[in-house]
């Protein structure tokens, strides 16, 4: 019998020291609303998404590339940007053959930390996306660690479920024992039906309705396979992989 | 209406920073074992359990009151110990009117941190005493953070599963919004008929049973109020609150 590839998930970033990355593909999960940012945005054929830590880097950047500037600070558009982390921004009449600069709290830090400890292979994950995602990972037979951003490094439950889906999707192609895996697969089981209507129990909900309105967003960040496409990590850039 | 005291649960030791402790009773959660050992002992007469860092230290305090040093690495009964980490090894023959002196991988490091973070007040939780706890929880309406000590800064279930049991009791008397807790509690309502037949699923109950074939402990350390006093951390000491 070969022996299968280990998948663990890791539920917030101060935890990702705890995996070895090196020998990984890392998914960076950050469903409200980096990474299915990046899907939709990719999706409707934007040549890149080039993911930065900072409102200024992206301001230059996409000054010297002729790109587009855009980013989020807790949960609005970033000061001094125009554009900010809504999939529904990205539609292909405004971002075709355009590269998209972004900066968000917890998704493009998250995928830093993991350049930082050399990841293998780094990919980015969301229900919008998450057929190619899984397709990837069973094609590719690597070591995979889920990599959920949560909010300014506390767990969220979006994050999670959808690490749950994947593991639901994948695992009898895997060694998944981790409690994170098991509990991830178990929340997303119990509410798979009907994740929208378990949307109001997160508190990340609260604060993109009640403060922002974007339950649109949040129905679209929820929704398997509309920008069905694989972000893939290569030279500074997320690109179609 | 009365503001109602807010409660929330911490996953990892790794994630203590992000909650102020010092307004808040911190529950030290370490289920296999140390704090159903905790609750044990104290059940069965002994005058107070000293939770401390080190081998040494357990050793050379122990010598200086008469008391019994005790601990646990890796699961095992630490090297230079005579006594371990297993609730069923205190005895009330054993240990009434004795100090425990206790090192331990996860759980007396949680209450060290939790004792530099200062928090307001420390007790010790565990299901053989989950009823004492989440009394004095509620008789005290003060914030509460459910500190998981996990294993080794990863998560793990046990503790979560406790965390959500106390949820489940208490939620009504207090403010619980974040995704730990409701995530806790979620997982502790599908598994609450039946723990000890979910056992399997935990990475912890591999390493103590097929390891270590302490199949009665789990059992112990899953079981409600069997040894239901309340450890409270008082000037170094755990006694009976």
Chains 1, 2 share one sequence.
Not at 77 to 82: D, R, T, V, Y
Not at 155 to 183: K, P
Not at 187 to 202: C, Q, T, V
Request: glycine residues 6%; proline residues 3%.
């Amino acid at each position: 019998m070969t022996k299968k590839p280990i998948l663990t998930t890791s539920i917030s970033p101060s935890l990702l020291h705890l995996y070895d990355l090196s020998s990984s593909i890392v998914v960076i999960i950050d469903v409200f609303r980096a990474t299915s940012t990046i899907a939709s945005a990719l999706y409707n054929g934007a040549k890149a998404v080039i993911p930065v830590d900072s409102v200024p880097k992206a301001i230059d950047i996409s000054k010297n590339i002729g790109g587009i500037a855009a980013g989020e600070r807790d949960g609005m558009i970033a000061e001094g940007l125009q554009h900010g982390n809504s999939p529904l921004e990205y539609s292909r009449e405004f971002i075709e053959n355009k590269t998209l600069v972004l900066t968000t709290t917890n998704g493009t830090r998250l995928l830093q930390m993991a350049l930082d400890k050399n990841a293998d292979t780094i990919i980015a994950g969301s229900f919008p996306n998450i057929s190619a995602v899984c397709d990837f990972l069973v094609k590719e037979k690597k070591n995979v660690v889920l990599g959920c951003a949560g909010w300014k490094d506390r767990f969220n439950l979006e994050d999670t479920l959808f690490a749950g889906g994947v593991i639901h999707r994948i695992q009898s192609e895997f060694t998944v024992h981790c409690d994170s895996s098991v509990m991830a697969e178990a929340m997303y089981e119990n509410h798979k039906k009907d994740l929208i209507k378990f949307a109001p129990k997160l508190t990340h909900y609260h604060r993109l309705v009640e403060r922002f309105g974007l339950i649109e967003d949040i129905k679209y960040c929820l929704t398997d396979d509309v920008a069905n496409v694989l972000p893939l990590y290569k030279e500074g850039k997320l690109i179609v992989g």
